[in-house]
């Protein structure tokens, strides 16, 4: 049987996991609780469910996934399971306090009106932007958080190699 090998274009299913058990991402509808869906039936790809749908073709070693994905994926053939771990440092970083930050309400745009579990991109005045979540909000600050929503998780991968195209 064939065996995956660097530069190969792949079909796969993933399956990942919080250290918790808590599944962020899936190829596998059933496994999506779809969390952040307006309902179960949710077909924006944007929507922030975290769940793909169906299968995920990629090529192997071209930096699409983690580059520990990719290792794992040399040597399997087509059917075969693996689970993995990549480790926080080695996925979206340690969670760093000194990206939460306080802005007065009155430093922000008088239509904006923030509340907690927002999410949104804030823009400077040289129009750099920064993705964040409101994790508090008072009547006169609001504290915004960009660390990435996975930062200081492990994150564990169940991939099965669907196909080699």
Partial sequence: MAQAKNGDKVIINYIGKLEDGTVFDSTLEEECDHEGCETDECTDEDCGCGCESGPMETTIGEAEL??????ALVGMAPGEKKTIVVKAED???EY???KVFVVPRSDLPADLKPEVGDELILTNDDDEELGVAVTAATENDVTFDSNHPLAGEDLTFEIELVEIL
């Fill in 96 to 98: 760093d306090k000194e």
């Fill in 66 to 71: 983690f580059p520990q994905i990719d290792e």
């Fill in 91 to 93: 996925a979206f970083g």
